[in-house]
């Protein structure tokens, strides 16, 4: 059995998806990640991204998925409708999020799906369907293959970003990746989330803003917006001495040239630093990068 753990991007663009050709090769997809171990696997997120892995999903039923959400916002959660498995009755999910109650979360659920906003109500679906709230500093074991040695989750409430936001740190065998999107760096970096991140292979970070744009120099300024720009990405990363860090969470706005750029910005010697890509993959034993087939068939951007 592989026994290394591999990132999977379905979308990583934030605020809202886009499709202009000058974002193809990053992606235009919001926020969707899939984590996978061995034969186990965990959707952090439900962005338009995971239109694209459900229709993938739906080819392997039955299945026992998990999806963890960082938190409510509409581009985290605006695939859920469209998600396929959600449709077939032989899919069980779970669904994790920070919440006040199980029944809280429950209709935070239903209200996505509720008319006139979409067609389909939540209890309609025909998927078996179980929503766990998690506590702020949650722990659990993830194994829907009894056989299978479990995914442990950790997962960290910040207030870093409007109404809070939940971390996740996935751990198997020795392997972690930490997914902190939605976050706005701290002077001299935020000390919890370093701690959280300590020593990560992989860790996905929020880097939707350019420093200028962040500061106000050409238009308004961003701080307090809940996210970080490509520096205190870099300055979280540094501190807890994570191998890998993945630029996350592109602004809607930004063309390729403008993310590969920043990119080359950001660089150091100290950690492998490159900008999350829709369709790539990552495997965290050897932090190989796999690009998207579509991006290798033509010239390369950067």
Not at 28 to 56: K, M
Not at 129 to 154: C, G, V
Not at 192 to 202: H, K, S
């Amino acid at each position: 059995m592989n026994d290394s753990m591999t990132i999977v991007f379905w979308g990583v663009r934030g605020s809202y998806p886009v499709t202009s050709p000058a974002s193809a090769h990053f992606g235009g997809d919001t926020p969707c990640v899939e984590i996978r171990a061995g034969s186990q696997s965990i959707i952090l997120d439900a962005g338009t991204g995971i239109i694209s892995l459900g229709n993938a999903l739906a080819e392997r039923a039955p299945q026992n998925l998990l999806l963890l959400l960082s938190h409510f916002h509409h581009d985290h959660t605006q695939g859920l409708p469209f998600f396929a498995p959600l449709y077939q009755n032989t899919t069980r999910l779970q669904i994790m999020a920070l919440a006040k109650s199980d029944a809280a979360l429950e209709n935070q659920l239903t209200q996505i799906f509720a008319p006139p906003q979409f067609p389909v109500n939540w209890t309609d679906t025909p998927a078996q369907k179980i929503t766990r709230r998690l506590a702020s500093n949650a722990r659990l074991d993830w194994n829907p293959d009894a056989d299978a040695e479990p995914i442990e989750i950790h997962a960290l409430h910040s207030l870093a970003h409007p109404g809070g936001v939940m971390l996740y740190r996935i751990a198997w065998r020795g392997q972690a990746v930490v997914y902190a999107t939605d976050v706005e760096g701290y002077a001299y970096a935020d000390r919890r989330l370093i701690a959280f991140a300590r020593d990560a292979d992989v860790l996905i970070h929020d880097a939707q803003y350019t420093t200028a744009e962040y500061l106000g120099l050409n238009g308004p300024a961003k701080q307090s917006w809940g996210h970080s720009t490509a520096a205190m990405a870099l300055d979280v990363a540094r501190a807890a001495r994570a191998k890998h860090l993945i630029l996350f969470h592109h602004d809607p706005q930004r063309d390729d040239d403008t993310i590969a750029r920043i990119v080359t910005q950001t660089q150091t010697d100290a950690l492998k630093i490159t900008a999350a890509q829709q369709g790539s993959t990552i495997a965290l034993k050897t932090l190989e990068l796999f690009q998207p087939s579509r991006i290798l068939e033509g010239d390369p951007i950067v």
